[in-house]
C-alpha cells in the first residue's frame, strides 16, 4: 500500500560506475530513474536508426554529432 508523497523502488535513482584500472578515474556508464535505463533506451533508439538507415549512415552521424 504506498501513500500519497511515499517513494518507491521506481522513483529511486541509480547510477552505474566503472573504475579505470588504468587512470583510475571513475566513469559512469548508465543512469536509471524511475525504473528506465537510459543505457538500454539509447541502445534502442541507436537500433532503429541502424535498422532503417543502415549501420554506416548512424555511423557517420554519431561522429558528426561529436564535432
Given amino acids: 500500500n504506498i501513500q500519497k508523497g511515499q517513494k518507491t523502488e521506481k522513483d529511486k535513482k541509480y547510477t552505474k560506475k566503472k ?5 583510475g578515474q ?3 556508464f548508465d543512469l536509471t530513474v524511475e525504473g528506465i ?5 539509447k541502445q534502442a533508439e541507436l ?4 535498422t ?3 549501420i ?3 555511423t557517420l552521424d554519431l561522429l558528426a554529432s561529436t564535432k
Fill in 19 to 23: 573504475k579505470n584500472k588504468k587512470t
Fill in 26 to 28: 571513475w566513469k559512469a
Fill in 37 to 41: 535505463s537510459l543505457l538500454t533506451t
Fill in 47 to 50: 537500433n532503429k536508426r541502424i
Fill in 52 to 54: 532503417k538507415l543502415g
Fill in 56 to 58: 554506416d549512415k548512424v
